[in-house]
């Protein structure tokens, strides 16, 4: 079926979402919980079509959900634009997909015939966005879900990427406070609510934006609780969260479930921004065939086995898995539990049957699947010409060469050839800033998609552009230089393997000279061989001091590395692309493109 310009039931008025647009332009985090949503004033008076399931008690109300689309507009490149399909055989293939032209084209399609319909997401909605979005600060991705008829989402780590201040302005609209206006036309901010259940302004102690919203249509109410990982200051930087403080998952979304009860909302849906890891990477694995187990786990295999008996579905997301499972719930009556990969490659398709007769869920009625957003389907134009639009604004600054590369340089593995490319990137500019620079060290949570050979636009085939640069560190962290003491330096690598990346290492990416042993088959932080450590073939000095080069977010101890916190001397330089820019326009051409790394500086031992 042809998309159409606009989603096929009428625009919804401006909701409740324009009741803050007073305190948009002056809005901070201790004022953000004063300008709340009103949990419960918007109604979501949804008509998508005509038809639907269900007469007389039990009434199929249809819940399409997505989670961490990242501001990926376009097609997401390489392997970030595909799933994995289990086949009936036993073998897997991959499938080309995302784009929001044709994710608007699913959605539509799949709302069609279904009265009873709600769009909902698990967070990080923005943030690590390709430069299309992130240029503009995400307000083309906020646009884009407005013409998507996204009811509700979460927020997720990323919305904090740049402050609550800023997830405000996303929220409410308006200008950007530095850069102003994109267009002629006044950002006008969310349709939807973002809600934000477990973060809490540190001074008032009350939420910075609503807690939970409810649906309802013709007498069917759902409600909706949002909250993302407890942990989110751990992998946000120290900017990002100033103010907030995070509380538990479980706790915040069973207090909101007694809030929805007394308020007569029996059906009840969580959107967490936390995942899990299920155990085969195909989008249409059925976790819950006999011989899996629970078929995931992480996080949110015990989020899920704890929240209240309330809580009828979660939709879930951060890990950019894909999975629909049920998970028992602390009765033992199964619950469903979804995620939709990332990119917007993905869609979730759940049935919940509603009991007119209790407002509850009949939860052995639901049922869920993960469709891929294939791109055999015609786009949607109303998508395309915001593309276009942005596109416009963005090509003189993207479309820039900024260097060349002989083949694909990967960011997967414990050590990445990207990981090592944009370490010696740092390591470099630390050294322009302060010749004594001895190394540099980055997170590979930082590196946001792979440098590929192929064109992406009219670039040609080996050429970096600046906006390729910009997909791969997103964040505009700062290459920031600090002292430390060798053993520092020793107790900085343990820590990839131990304390709270005991379970989860995050090993960081190093620059050339630096070379060690890790040991996977030992636990904790004996991991990592401290005899084998050395620096231009020596071994580190506890005594000795190094200068080390690392972006801001790692600086401040970010991703469970306390110790880089601690050293003295602090330099801030320039952000993180300017430094990969740097290097790839001084050490590349178009006759001696930059080779991929061997990516050779950890030894593994399993």
Same mark, same amino acid.
Request: net charge negative; hydrophobic share 35%.
């Given at each position: 079926?042809?998309? @159409? ?10 909701? @409740? ?25 918007? *109604? ?9 399931? &269900? ?36 073998? =897997? ?11 608007? @084209? ?10 009873? #319909?709600? /769009? $909902? ?116 930087? *120290? ?36 995942? &899990?890891?299920?155990?085969?990477? #195909? ?32 939709? /879930? ?110 390591? *470099? ?37 600046? $906006? ?9 962290? =700062? ?32 620059? #050339?000279?630096?070379?060690? @042993? ?5 636990? &904790? ?6 005899? #084998? ?45 300017? $430094? ?27």
């Amino acid at each position: 079926m042809p998309a @159409t310009p606009q989603s096929h039931r009428p625009r919804r008025r401006r909701r @409740t979402t324009r009741l803050l647009a007073a305190a948009a332009t002056a809005l901070t985090a201790g004022a953000l919980a004063a300008a709340a949503l009103p949990a419960s004033a918007n *109604a979501g008076e949804g008509n998508r079509g005509h038809g639907g399931h &269900g007469h007389g008690r039990y009434q199929d109300v249809q819940l399409l959900s997505f989670n961490d689309l990242h501001g990926n507009l376009e097609p997401p490149a390489g392997s970030s634009g595909r799933v994995t399909e289990h086949q009936p055989d036993g073998t =897997t293939k991959t499938i080309d997909a995302g784009g929001i032209e044709y994710l608007a @084209t699913h959605l539509r399609e799949a709302r069609e015939g279904h009265r009873y #319909s709600i /769009t $909902a997401a698990g967070g990080d909605m923005v943030g690590a966005s390709p430069l299309l979005s992130g240029l503009f600060h995400d307000e083309p991705t906020i646009e884009a879900l407005n013409k998507l008829d996204l009811d509700v989402t979460s927020v997720g780590n990323h919305e904090f990427d740049e402050g609550a201040e800023e997830l405000a302005r996303l929220q409410n609209g308006g200008c950007h406070p530095t850069e102003g206006c994109y267009t002629d036309e006044a950002f006008e901010g969310a349709d939807f609510p973002y809600l934000a259940a477990n973060v809490l302004d540190e001074k008032t102690k009350k939420p910075i934006l609503a807690p939970y919203w409810v649906w309802k249509h013709k007498g069917v109410k759902v409600g909706f609780i949002g909250v993302t990982l407890e942990g989110t200051p751990d992998i946000v930087s *120290a900017e990002g969260v100033k103010g907030l403080t995070f509380k538990d998952e479980v706790e915040t979304i069973d207090k909101y479930a007694k809030v929805l009860q007394r308020q007569g909302v029996k059906s009840i849906v969580a959107l967490v921004h936390e995942g &899990g890891f299920p155990a085969s990477s #195909s989008y249409n694995y059925d976790c819950d065939s006999p011989g899996t187990g629970d078929g995931i786990s992480g996080p949110i295999a015990d989020i899920a086995k704890n929240v209240t008996p309330q809580v009828d579905a979660l939709v /879930t997301g951060h890990t950019h898995a894909a999975y629909v499972c049920t998970i028992p719930d602390p009765a033992g009556k199964p619950r469903m539990v979804t995620s939709a990969s990332s990119f917007g490659r993905l869609y979730t398709d759940t049935t919940l049957t509603y009991d007119r007769a209790t407002g509850d869920i009949a939860r052995t009625a639901v049922e869920s699947a993960n469709h891929v957003v294939t791109r055999d389907v015609p786009k949607a134009p109303d998508m395309t010409r915001l593309i276009d639009k942005w596109s416009t604004l963005a090509a003189p600054i993207g479309n820039r060469a900024i260097g060349y590369v002989s083949g694909d340089i990967d960011r997967n593995g414990t050590e990445s050839p990207l990981g090592d490319l944009i370490a010696d990137a740092q390591l *470099a500019y630390g050294r322009s800033q302060d010749p004594e620079t001895d190394l540099a060290l980055m997170n590979p949570g930082g590196i946001r998609a792979p440098l590929t050979y192929a064109a992406s636009g009219s670039e040609g085939d080996g050429v970096v552009t600046y $906006a390729e640069g910009f997909t791969v560190q997103p964040f505009a962290n =700062t290459v920031n230089l600090k002292d430390y003491t060798g053993a520092q330096l020793i107790q900085i690598l343990k820590e990839q393997v131990s304390g709270p990346n005991e379970a989860s290492p995050k090993i960081l990416q190093i620059s #050339s000279g630096l070379t060690y @042993t890790l040991d996977l088959s030992k636990s &904790g932080a004996d991991r990592v061989l401290t005899d #084998s450590i050395r620096l231009n073939g020596s071994p580190i000095d506890p005594s000795a001091t190094y200068r080390v080069a690392s972006n801001s977010f790692l600086a401040g101890g970010g991703d469970g590395f306390p110790t880089l916190n601690e050293g003295t001397n602090e330099l801030v330089g320039a952000d993180d692309l300017t $430094a990969l820019e740097q290097y790839l326009t001084a050490n590349s051409s178009p006759t001696a493109p930059i080779a991929p790394p061997a990516a050779d500086r950890i030894r593994i031992v399993q």
